[in-house]
């Protein structure tokens, strides 16, 4: 079993920096990978940014490139989403997720944070 928990979000204006972060825990083996997706209502939910902590490269959403920073701990099953300059349109459920090896592959998911930019 594994349990993870959301942290951060809330409302922020335009222009405004907020810091998501999410933590694992459990019977983990290894992590070996970190995404944070987003959704709105009536739509898909999208990933935003991905990190391999193989060799720590990184991925992110062309719209989110220069303003988002995704980074993770092994050690400490933790990750967090730096959002900077943020925009109306990121207003969004934000969802981490961890994919690990514990007897086998799993995914888990966190519980969603809310994020809402002003105008």
């Known amino acids: 079993q594994v349990h993870v928990v959301e942290s951060g979000g809330g409302l922020v204006q335009t222009g405004g920096s907020l810091r998501l972060s999410c933590a694992a825990s459990?019977?983990?083996?290894?992590?070996?990978?970190m995404n944070w997706y987003r959704q709105v209502p009536g739509k898909e939910r999208e990933l935003v940014a991905t990190?391999?902590?193989?060799?720590?490269?990184?991925k992110y959403l062309d719209s989110v490139k220069g303003r988002f920073t995704i980074s993770g701990d092994n050690a400490k099953n933790t990750m967090r989403l730096q959002m900077n300059s943020l925009k109306p349109e990121d207003t969004a459920v934000y969802y981490c997720n961890f994919l690990v090896i514990e007897r086998g592959p799993g995914s888990y998911w966190g519980q969603g944070t809310q994020v809402t930019v002003s105008s």
């Open positions: 990190l391999d902590t193989g060799d720590g490269s990184t």
């Open positions: 459990g019977s983990i083996l290894r992590i070996y990978g």
